[in-house]
């Protein structure tokens, strides 16, 4: 699984234009995500990657894409900061965290992480799979 992060000025309508594209496109947006500063960064799942990868460069989005890997929490508090702990204390960088599951109990994140390998090992059977429904 894979998404897109498209950064871009931090204004009205960004996120709108993007979403709008992939919309007339027929890609429906899964899980999307906005972080906002000096800048944004907007970051999409798209239910069909090629399609939106195809999508944004025929646009002349340039959007940066990211491998996922899916990781499962229990429903309490503390479940993003053992996950983040577990991943800083292994030197593993996550890049973006993203909810994409948060049906009661089951409690899944998106994560694009600097090594997938590693974080896949110190997450153990947390690493599960996530397909949109």
């Known amino acids: 699984m894979r998404a897109f992060i498209v ?5 009205p309508g960004e996120l709108a234009k993007i979403t ?9 947006v899964v899980a999307a995500g906005l972080a906002v500063g000096a800048t944004g960064a907007i ?17 002349s989005v340039t ?8 990781a499962q929490g229990k429903d309490q508090p503390g479940e993003i900061a053992w996950v983040s702990r577990k991943l800083a204390d292994a ?5 973006l ?5 948060t049906t009661p109990g089951a409690h899944k994140v998106a994560l694009a992480v600097s090594d997938e390998a590693k974080a896949k090992q110190v997450l ?3 690493v599960t799979t996530w397909v949109y429904k």
């Open 63 to 70: 959007a940066r894409e990211v491998s996922l890997l899916i």
């Open 97 to 101: 965290l993203l909810p994409v599951d």
């Open 43 to 59: 970051v999409i799942i798209g239910n069909d990657e090629d399609k939106t990868r195809k999508a944004l460069a025929n646009a």
């Open 20 to 28: 709008e594209l992939l919309a007339t496109e027929n890609i429906n």
């Open 91 to 95: 030197g593993v960088n996550i890049e």
């Open 7 to 11: 950064e871009s000025a931090n204004r």
């Open 124 to 126: 153990g059977d947390r």
